[in-house]
């Protein structure tokens, strides 16, 4: 925890520990000099002064740091001799109980930097200190930032459901949260896990049923963030796949309001993967278009172009398609796709109660109805659809 920002630091030796400790010198801002008599290739000539010759004690003069960093026991105890005849801090890399100064096991989280030191044992200080980066970044070691001045609205793209596939960024964002603003979609299962003073609003939109409009959501966002608040507006899947996401920056840039967007997985990939569906496969299928299928064929709002689709020969992926699956499906057969087509319909997908239904192009409809699926459920359409 020493800032070294346009500070001069001496390191003696030039072998593979001196080559990671200079350019963490570097990255640290400091001015770094290198003596050695051979210099490996990696070290950073461009920002460091290299001189390719063995150690003189006036090497010293005006460090404010000295790492000792060669193979050889002898001439690290020269240096650290050397240094400690000057009063400047002397790093050993070869014999920790020797050293005046040991450099931590170093990780950065956000805005989180973790220094481990464990009695001068470095993996043992590595370990730990990966451990608790993974609790970090994980969520598992929560802290929480204090509330700032200003508030902000952070987009969390939440994945298709399971919260094992929300992004750690995501996590973080939601564990930081005074507000979070839910949809029904995404990994819900994690807002128990949110302390109590956490207000959680749900705006979710059943299929069919009552909606919050986007305006009032809109609102929600603004407000709170106008009050100094963190909001996080928790979306499924990622918000800028078929999600209005890019609607809710706009509002909150017209807003003056701080955004920030996480992206996630978005099902439209997810679903196929986790049924075992390749959406591209060589000799079968190199693209794959995700369309929105919550307005039919023929709709002037709709801006889909179906018979771009049903003449096509790539991979077919249909989002909020469940209602008019019957309309789609005879349109994409009359724009020229066979009826045999191969086509899956996966239900919840990544959830416990994830189930896939596969049929041809010409079915897939009436089986849906058969087997009562509902929202959330992705089509996919295409040869790479492999029929039982």
Avoid at 195 to 215: L, M, N
Avoid at 332 to 354: C, F, H
């Amino acid at each position: 925890m020493v800032d070294l920002t346009g500070r001069p630091v001496l390191v003696v030796g030039a072998g593979r520990v001196a080559v990671r400790r200079t350019a963490d010198l570097l990255a640290a801002g400091a001015l770094v000099t290198v003596v050695a008599p051979d210099v490996a290739p990696d070290i950073d000539a461009g920002t460091a002064a290299v001189h390719r010759r063995p150690f003189r004690p006036s090497d010293v003069d005006g460090q404010w740091l000295v790492l000792a960093c060669t193979d050889d026991s002898d001439i690290n105890a020269e240096v650290a001799q050397t240094a400690e005849a000057n009063r400047i801090w002397c790093v050993r890399a070869d014999d920790a109980e020797r050293s005046a100064a040991w450099l931590t096991a170093v990780s950065r989280v956000d805005d989180f930097t973790v220094a481990v030191s464990a009695g001068g044992d470095p993996l043992r200080a590595r370990r730990l200190r990966n451990a608790i980066e993974v609790e970090l970044r994980s969520g598992d070691l929560a802290v929480r930032r204090g509330r700032s001045a200003g508030g902000k609205v952070v987009l969390v793209g939440g994945g298709p459901g399971d919260p094992d596939l929300l992004s750690l960024r995501g996590l973080r964002a939601l564990l930081d949260a005074d507000v979070v603003v839910t949809d029904r979609l995404g990994p819900t299962d994690l807002l128990a896990r949110l302390p109590p003073e956490v207000e959680v609003i749900d705006v979710g939109k059943e299929p069919r049923g009552p909606a919050t409009s986007q305006e009032s959501i809109n609102t929600l966002l603004i407000d709170n963030a106008r009050a100094g608040r963190t909001v996080v507006r928790l979306k499924g899947g990622d918000p800028f796949v078929l999600g209005r996401g890019t609607e809710e920056v706009d509002v909150c840039i017209d807003a003056g309001v701080e955004v920030e967007v996480v992206p996630g997985v978005t099902s439209a990939t997810a679903a196929a993967t986790l049924a075992g569906i390749p959406l591209t496969e060589r000799g079968t299928a190199q693209q794959f278009t995700v369309a929105s299928g919550h307005l039919p064929p023929g709709d002037p709002r709709s801006t889909v172009n179906w018979d771009s689709l049903g003449h096509g020969t790539g991979t077919v992926v249909l989002l909020m398609a469940v209602s008019n699956l019957e309309k789609i499906a005879m349109s994409l057969i009359d724009g020229g796709r066979a009826a045999t087509t191969p086509a899956a319909i996966v239900e919840n997908a990544s959830l416990p109660e994830q189930r896939v239904i596969r049929g041809h192009l010409d079915e897939i409809a009436e089986l849906a109805a058969t087997h009562q699926v509902v929202p959330p459920a992705v089509v996919i359409i295409g040869d790479v659809v492999r029929l039982p």
